[in-house]
């Protein structure tokens, strides 16, 4: 079974565009989007590369964090 990872999506009004995270590969993994889904599809693409990347250099995958954090979205 596949890890379920974390995509975190926030609007940036200084830089007007949808900012996307990837917090279990690191503060570096990260894109964007002019748009939601542009970010969304985005971060799916980032996060299948970094997981390429991973396997490719023989290196674990980090533990997802979303089975021991609740987000709440105020």
């Known amino acids: 079974m596949k ?3 974390t995509i975190l999506i ?3 009004t200084e830089d007007q565009k949808y900012i996307v995270c990837l ?3 690191g503060p570096y993994a990260h894109t964007h989007g002019d748009t939601y889904g542009d970010a969304v ?3 799916e693409e980032v996060l299948e590369l970094l997981i390429e990347d991973y ?4 290196k674990p995958l980090p533990e ?3 089975a021991n954090v609740a987000f709440q979205f105020v």
């Open 55 to 58: 396997q490719a250099q023989g």
């Open 23 to 25: 917090p279990e590969f």
């Open 64 to 66: 997802p964090i979303t």
């Open 10 to 12: 926030q609007w940036s």
């Open 41 to 43: 599809k985005n971060g």
């Open 3 to 5: 890890p379920q990872y």
